[in-house]
Nanobody, 125 residues
Framework: VQLQASGGGMVQSGGSLKLSCAVS????????MSWFRQAPGKEREFVAA????????SHSDSMKGRFTISKDNAKNMVYLQMNSLRPEDTAVYYC???????????????????WGKGTQVTVSS
């Protein structure tokens, strides 16, 4: 399985971006597709997740209401719509796929099997 994230860039505070993640290779309805982010000097942080079969979605409490994860199974795509962006949202955003994950593990990056290379999001004040 290969993942390719795109859509990052530089945006002013209050702006919006939509990230995309193309998933190639064998997929299963039980796959959990997620977004994480990592800012310089910080640990990788859960952003949002959704199960390919439609279970979820789950969003980080700190981003709920601003960020929305969605998917298009026919295109093997996962998206992250980010609105009302803040400077503290600046990070590299990664998409990931986990197999055989139970709900309580969705936010644990160590449980994921496949990762994309990430896309940089920079929010200026």
């Amino acid at each position: 399985v290969q993942l390719q994230a795109s859509g990052g860039g530089m945006v002013q505070s209050g702006g919006s971006l939509k990230l995309s993640c193309a998933v190639s290779g064998p997929t299963f309805n039980s796959d959990v597709m997620s977004w994480f982010r990592q800012a310089p000097g910080k640990e990788r942080e859960f952003v949002a997740a959704i199960r390919r079969s439609g279970g979820g979605p789950s969003h980080s409490d700190s981003m709920k209401g601003r960020f929305t994860i969605s998917k298009d199974n026919a295109k093997n795509m996962v998206y992250l719509q980010m609105n009302s962006l803040r400077p503290e949202d600046t990070a590299v955003y990664y998409c990931a796929v986990g197999r055989r994950l139970i709900l309580s593990s969705w936010r644990d990056s160590d449980k994921y099997d496949y990762w994309g290379k990430g896309t940089q999001v920079t929010v200026s004040s």
